[in-house]
T-cell receptor, first 111, second 113 residues
Framework: KNEVEQSPQNLTAQEGEFITINCSYS?????LHWLQQHPGGGIVSLFM???GKKKHGRLIATINIQEKHSSLHITASHPRDSAVYIC?????????????FGTGTRLTIIP | EAGVAQSPRYKIIEKRQSVAFWCNPI?????LYWYQQILGQGPKLLIQ????????DSQLPKDRFSAERLKGVDSTLKIQPAKLEDSAVYLC???????????FGPGTRLTVL
């Protein structure tokens, strides 16, 4: 069983819709990351969280440490938001710097 | 500030051939990672360097994969000989020592025919 689970695996929505992507993890973590990967392959870090909530533009990330759950929200979605969104965590058992990744959520926004 | 650089961006080879990838991390980043990302999966750590020393290579298939970071800056990852199942995107990332946030390069997409 993967230590980091994401849902849904695939998500298609119309432009302007509110998007939610979920991430659950099974053990205690040092930090959680939301990453964006476009078709070219490169990965961009969107957020790093250890508690609470962060906002950047139309993106909002929340984390509930007790429930071992995080969500990434996109408001007023746009076709350029189409990408794979990956949740990753720093697991203390493996050393703080190392990341364990979810399998990603493929988001497609239709104009 | 320049990001993590990787080359080549794309490579197509036949099985049993050799291939090498190059990574130049962000200046001052002591920690360097190589990941393998197979289509539809999340990245998998192959090897982690701290300066020019190996911190973790437990998931590196050492019979065919090798990596080095001789001067603690640039790094190369080599596959010899390649197998069909090595087709993947190879990502390089770097971070400041002891910091959680990693910065990723654009990746090298390898296709083994």
């Amino acid at each position: 069983k993967n230590e980091v689970e994401q849902s849904p695996q695939n998500l298609t929505a119309q432009e302007g819709e509110f998007i939610t992507i979920n991430c659950s993890y099974s053990v205690g973590i040092s930090a959680l990351h939301w990453l964006q990967q476009h078709p070219g392959g490169g990965i961009v870090s969107l957020f790093m969280l250890s508690s609470g909530k962060k906002k950047h533009g139309r993106l909002i990330a929340t984390i509930n440490i007790q429930e071992k759950h995080s969500s990434l929200h996109i408001t007023a979605s746009h076709p350029r938001d189409s990408a794979v969104y990956i949740c990753a965590v720093n697991l203390p058992n493996f050393g703080n710097e190392k990341l364990t990744f979810g399998t990603g959520t493929r988001l497609t926004i239709i104009p | 500030e320049a990001g993590v650089a990787q080359s080549p961006r794309y490579k197509i080879i036949e099985k049993r051939q050799s291939v090498a990838f190059w990574c130049n991390p962000i200046s001052g980043h002591a920690t360097l990672y190589w990941y393998q990302q197979i289509l539809g999966q999340g990245p998998k750590l192959l090897i982690q360097f701290q300066n020019n020393g190996v911190v973790d290579d437990s998931q590196l298939p050492k019979d065919r994969f090798s990596a080095e970071r001789l001067k603690g800056v640039d790094s190369t990852l080599k596959i010899q000989p390649a197998k069909l199942e090595d087709s993947a995107v190879y990502l390089c990332a770097s971070s400041l020592a002891g910091m959680f946030e990693q910065f990723f390069g654009p990746g090298t997409r390898l296709t083994v025919l």
